[in-house]
């Protein structure tokens, strides 16, 4: 399948993505819903940062694509893909496949003496105080 857009999935990242993804039940209708197009319409979203109606007719119909991505958040599908690539990347690299140590910043900017808008609010003066 050719990549109409650079947030397309190629063949090879397709996949490592396939075997993640849920399988068809053994019971009910046929799955109309191609899951590569349906993620690359989401990986579109997210790269161009339009809104759902927005997304281009190669996609599908848009309330199909925002179903599954949906449907996949609550279920923590999305989680869990984000796990096992993590996993696989960091053992691909030589290193463990979880994280043993994590670091959070809790301040990355320093802020003004006072904090926070009071710091950079400018202080009122009368029009006979500055000049004016």
Not at 9 to 24: F, G, H, M, Y
Not at 56 to 80: N, T
Not at 93 to 122: C, E, L, M, W, Y
Request: aromatic share 10%; glycine share 8%; proline share 5%.
């Amino acid at each position: 399948m050719d990549a109409v857009y650079p947030s397309d999935l190629s063949d090879a990242e397709w996949a490592v993505l396939r075997p993640l993804l849920p399988t068809r039940k053994p019971r009910g209708r046929k799955r109309e819903v191609d899951f590569r197009t349906v993620l690359n319409g989401v990986f579109y979203l997210n790269k161009e940062g339009c809104q759902w109606r927005a997304i281009p007719k190669e996609y599908g119909p848009w309330q199909s694509v925002y179903h599954y991505f949906r449907l996949w958040r609550i279920s923590g599908l999305w989680q869990q893909l984000n796990d096992k690539l993590r996993s696989r990347e960091r053992t691909a690299a030589g290193h463990a496949a979880q994280p043993s140590v994590g670091i959070i910043d809790s301040q990355s900017a320093k802020t003004t003496a006072k904090r926070g808008f009071v710091g950079t609010t400018r202080a009122k003066r009368s029009k006979a105080a500055s000049g004016i």
